[in-house]
């Protein structure tokens, strides 16, 4: 029973190890989202920390801000949730079949 136990431990301090580097990985990588046909792009990193902005200037219009409003909402969004669907996709391989809490990940 106690040399399953020490097993058991191992291959947990093991998927631990895989886990934070995944997930240092994750956050090195570079998500990029853009709206308006290009027009507003926003880059992010896997931190979900804005990076770069970029706003072409056909689309800067001070008669109509709202729209470049929306355009960088959502680009923002989008490269948001690029960044989360990713991090489930890889964080989402270690717990497979663990039934840990929702949310965890």
Known sequence: MKGNMNNMMKQMQ???????????????????????????????NGKKEITDVQISEEVVDPDDVDMLQDLILTATNDVIKQIEDKTNDTMGEFTKGMNLPGGMF
């Open 14 to 44: 093991k998927m631990q190890k895989k886990m934070t580097q995944a997930q240092e990985e994750l956050y090195e990588m570079t998500f990029e989202a853009s709206a308006g046909g290009g027009m507003v792009t926003v880059v992010a």
